[in-house]
């Protein structure tokens, strides 16, 4: 079956420290991959997307994320996090057809 | 202005009502998407549209019906609400060309 998972439902992290937020699907085969953040109140913004070629991939707001066929896995990374990070940061895969997103991440950021 | 809009923003409505939600967008794409998303599932499609004529189920559509007006207007439908449809509504479009989809701010929807 086609799944998302993202393990971490809530992750704290202070101002200034880096970040790793895990991803990890179950496809039939290579997805196309994306990070969307929803900042409170919010629509979702697309941060990367991955569908072929160089697994590491650079989004807005500083952040990128590595594909690793072997683990199956897509995570996202930032060196310094900023207060205006925390938001809710969600996984997707899929074709161009149609999305599966994870469950999300909520992060906190503390001063 | 959004490129995709989302009326209502916020709905309160009771058990057994009709209520439509709709949404509108500005750029021109062909497909458009309504997911709901509750705390601790992320989003689920309900249901997607890639053209005028071409209305698909998503994974949760039991409960909901969708009309495709337009290109540009797709709106969703609870023919008659339950509490547990209280959730945030989400409408998405994408171009097949670049395989992004474009999201809506959501409507808010509270069933009592």
């Known amino acids: 079956a086609q799944s998302v998972t993202q393990p971490d439902i809530h992750i704290t992290v202070s101002e200034g420290a880096s970040l790793e937020l895990r991803c990890n699907y179950s496809y039939g085969a290579t997805p196309y991959l994306f990070w969307y953040v929803q900042s409170p109140g919010q629509g979702l913004q697309l941060l990367l997307k991955y569908f072929s070629g160089d697994t590491l991939v650079q989004g807005i707001k500083g952040f990128e994320a590595e594909f690793k066929r072997s683990q199956s896995s897509f995570n996202l990374r930032k060196p310094s996090v900023h207060w205006s990070d925390a938001a809710e940061y969600f996984c997707a895969v899929g074709t161009t057809d149609k999305l599966i997103f994870g469950t999300g991440t909520r992060l906190q950021v503390f001063p | 202005d959004a490129d995709v809009t989302q009326t209502p923003r916020n709905r309160i409505t009771k058990t057994g009502k009709r209520i439509m939600l709709e949404c509108s967008q500005t750029?021109?794409?062909?497909?458009m998407y309504w997911y709901r998303q509750d705390p601790g599932l992320g989003l689920r499609l309900i249901y997607y549209?890639?053209?005028?004529?071409?209305?698909n189920k998503g994974e949760i559509s039991d409960g909901y019906s969708v009309s495709r007006q337009a290109q540009a207007k797709f709106s969703l439908s609870l023919e008659s609400a339950i509490p547990n449809q209280t959730a945030l509504y989400f409408c998405?479009?994408?171009?097949?060309?670049?395989?992004?989809?474009?999201f809506g701010p959501g409507t808010r929807l509270t069933v009592t």
């Open positions: 750029k021109g794409h062909d497909r």
């Open positions: 998405a479009t994408s171009d097949p060309g670049h395989t992004e989809q474009y």
């Open positions: 549209s890639f053209d005028v004529k071409d209305i």
